[in-house]
């Protein structure tokens, strides 16, 4: 079984910034792609920012050159940095991870959420 736990919301006002965690633990034999998503008050949950195995990475328009993905294999943590925050960056922040648990069985895991308020 593989567990994610999320950290870094909060509260914070407009051109701030927060850093988001997402650490995966337990059975896994390797991590594919790992990323963000987020899901705002009202709305549908959208793609925030993605990186591969490998260091690619992926981002929404709405983020680019404001928001950092990168991932530390070593733990299996996935992190954003967000600058430059705006009141629409305002959601429930979810970590999405592609793992293996063992050779042939991936699994697409969500957390829980954490959120963030930027207020104006």
């Known amino acids: 079984q593989v567990q994610l736990v999320e950290s870094g919301g909060g509260l914070v006002q407009a051109g701030g910034s927060l850093r988001l965690s997402c650490a995966a633990s337990?059975?896994?034999?390797?991590?594919?792609?790992m990323g963000w998503y987020r899901q705002a008050p009202g709305k549908q949950r959208e793609f925030v920012a993605n990186i591969m195995s490998g260091g690619t990475t992926n981002y929404a328009d709405s983020v680019k050159g404001r928001f950092t993905i990168s991932r530390d294999n070593a733990k299996n943590t996935v992190y954003l940095q967000m600058n430059s925050l705006l009141p629409e960056d305002t959601g429930v922040y979810y970590c999405?991870?592609?793992?293996?648990?063992?050779?042939?069985?991936?699994?697409?895991?969500w957390g829980k959420g954490t959120l963030v308020t930027v207020s104006s």
């Open positions: 337990g059975s896994i034999f390797s991590i594919n792609i």
């Open positions: 999405n991870v592609g793992v293996f648990d063992g050779p042939g069985h991936y699994m697409n895991l």
